[in-house]
C-alpha cells in the first residue's frame, strides 16, 4: 500500500506552518545547546573538544548517507510503500554495519594520522549509535512527508535537552570527554524510541532485501550527501592533522557557534524539499519565483545575524565559553562573515533536491572538495584564522555552482 502524503495546501501555507514548527523545536534546542555549552566549556578543556569534534564526525557522516538513501527517496518518490520503505531502512542497516566495521578496524590508524590519541576508544564507542540512525531518518522522514511537523519539532527538542543534561551530569562527574560521547548515545537512543513510536515505520526486515531497487531510489542522493558530508568536515580534519587537538577544539568550538546561529534557517531545508515535491503542479518559473522570494528574506536575516555576531564576538565568547577561549574570538569574527553564504546554500539545496538534478550536485560537491582540500593543504599549517578564511571563501565560491532548475 502506497504511503500518501498530507493535505494538499498552498505551497506558501506550507513553508510558513511547517518552519514555525521546527522553528520553535530548533529555537528549544538552541537554548538547550548554547547553555550546555557554556557550562561544558568550564568543566572540560580544548583538547577533549578536539578529540571529541573529530570523533563525531561519524555521526553527520551516517546522517549524510542516510539521507541520500531514505530521506530523499521518501520525500521525493510518490509511489513509495511501505515495503519499499522497510528495504530502505534495512539497507541503511546493512550500510551502518559496515561503516561501524570499517571505523572500528582504522580507529587506531586514524588517531595516529590525525594526531589525537584518545581517538580510536571514541571511535569505537560512538559506532553504536549508528546502528539507530535508520530508525530515526526513516522515521523523521516519514514524519515530514505526512507534514506532522510538531511531532519532529517535539523530538528535536527533546534530543537536545536529552544530550545536553546527560552530558552535562557526567562532566560533573568527571567524566571528562566521556561526558559528551556518552551524552550523544543517550540523546540517539531518546530521539530512536521516540520518533519511531509515533511515526509507526516499518521495523520488520522484508522477506528479501533488494539492493538493487534501493540503489535505483536513493544510490545518487546517497552519492551527494556523502560528498557534502566531505567537505563540511574536512576542515576540522586538517585542523587536528595540522595543528592538533587543542586547536581543532578551539576551530570546532567557533564554528559550531556560527552553525547554532544557522540553526533557525536549517528548519527551511526540510520545509522547502516537501512543500516544492508536493506542489509538482508548480511550473518552474513559479517554483523559482517563490523561492527567490523567500531567499531574500532568509538572506537578509543571515546578514542581520552575522553582523550581530561579529560586533558582539567577545562578549558572546565570554558568556558562552569563557575567558580561557579568547582564542576562538578571531576565527568566530571570521567564520560568521560566511553566514549569509551557508543559509542561501542550505535555502536553494532544499529546492534542488526537490526538483532540481541531483547530478548537477553531486558535480558541485565534488568541485567544492577539491577547493577546499587544496586551499587547506596550502594554508592549514598557517593556523586556525587561515582555516576559517579559506572556509569562508569557498563557501561563497558554492553559490556560483548552479543545481539544475535552480
Not at 538547550?32 to 568550564?42: H, P
Amino acid at each position: 500500500m502506497r504511503i500518501e502524503r498530507g493535505p494538499d495546501e498552498q505551497i506558501g501555507r506550507m513553508v510558513i506552518r511547517g518552519t514555525t514548527m521546527l522553528l520553535g523545536g530548533r529555537i528549544v534546542r538552541i537554548l538547550f545547546t548554547l547553555s550546555g555549552i557554556a557550562v561544558l566549556a568550564r568543566l572540560l578543556t580544548p583538547a577533549d573538544f578536539g578529540v571529541v569534534a573529530v570523533a563525531s564526525m561519524i555521526l553527520p557522516l551516517s546522517i549524510a548517507l542516510l539521507d541520500g538513501l531514505i530521506d530523499v527517496p521518501t520525500i521525493r518518490e510518490d509511489e513509495l510503500d511501505r515495503s519499499a520503505l522497510a528495504n530502505l531502512i534495512w539497507m541503511g542497516v546493512l550500510l551502518m554495519a559496515g561503516l561501524c566495521a570499517a571505523i572500528w578496524l582504522t580507529a587506531p590508524g586514524l588517531a595516529g594520522l590525525l594526531n589525537s590519541p584518545q581517538l580510536d576508544d571514541t571511535l569505537r564507542v560512538l559506532c553504536f549509535g549508528l546502528l539507530l540512525q535508520p530508525f530515526i531518518t526513516a522515521s523523521v522522514a516519514l514524519l515530514r512527508r505526512e507534514h506532522r511537523y510538531a511531532s519532529v519539532a517535539i523530538f528535536v527538542a527533546a534530543s537536545g535537552a536529552a544530550y545536553m543534561l546527560s552530558a552535562i551530569g557526567l562532566a560533573l562527574l568527571g567524566f571528562g570527554l566521556w561526558s559528551l560521547i556518552i551524552g550523544q548515545i543517550v540523546s540517539l537512543v531518546v530521539t530512536a524510541l521516540g520518533v519511531g513510536l509515533v511515526s509507526a515505520i516499518p521495523l520488520r526486515p522484508p522477506r528479501g532485501l533488494k539492493a538493487g531497487s534501493a540503489w535505483r531510489m536513493g544510490g545518487l542522493g546517497l552519492t551527494t550527501r556523502l560528498l557534502a558530508w566531505t567537505w563540511a568536515n574536512i576542515d576540522t580534519l586538517f585542523a587536528s592533522a595540522a595543528l592538533g587537538t587543542a586547536a581543532a577544539g578551539i576551530y570546532s568550538r567557533a564554528y559550531n557557534l556560527t552553525t547554532q546561529m544557522k540553526e533557525p534557517f536549517a528548519v527551511l531545508d526540510q520545509t522547502v524539499r516537501q512543500a516544492f515535491v508536493a506542489q509538482r503542479s508548480l511550473s518552474d518559473a513559479a517554483a523559482s519565483r517563490a523561492t527567490l522570494a523567500g531567499l531574500r528574506l532568509v538572506v537578509l536575516a543571515a546578514s542581520l545575524m552575522a553582523a550581530g555576531v561579529i560586533v558582539l564576538r567577545e562578549a558572546l565568547v565570554a558568556v558562552l565559553l569563557g575567558p580561557q577561549w579568547g582564542a576562538v574570538i578571531l576565527p568566530l569574527s571570521i567564520l560568521a562573515a560566511s553566514l549569509p553564504a551557508r543559509v542561501a546554500r542550505l535555502y536553494l539545496d532544499g529546492f534542488t533536491y526537490a526538483r532540481g538534478s541531483m547530478r548537477h550536485m553531486l558535480l558541485r560537491n565534488i568541485a567544492i572538495i577539491a577547493m577546499l582540500a587544496g586551499g587547506l593543504w596550502s594554508w592549514a599549517a598557517d593556523g586556525v584564522e587561515a582555516i576559517a578564511l579559506v572556509v569562508v571563501a569557498v563557501h561563497v565560491a558554492t553559490l556560483f555552482f548552479r543545481g539544475g532548475a535552480v
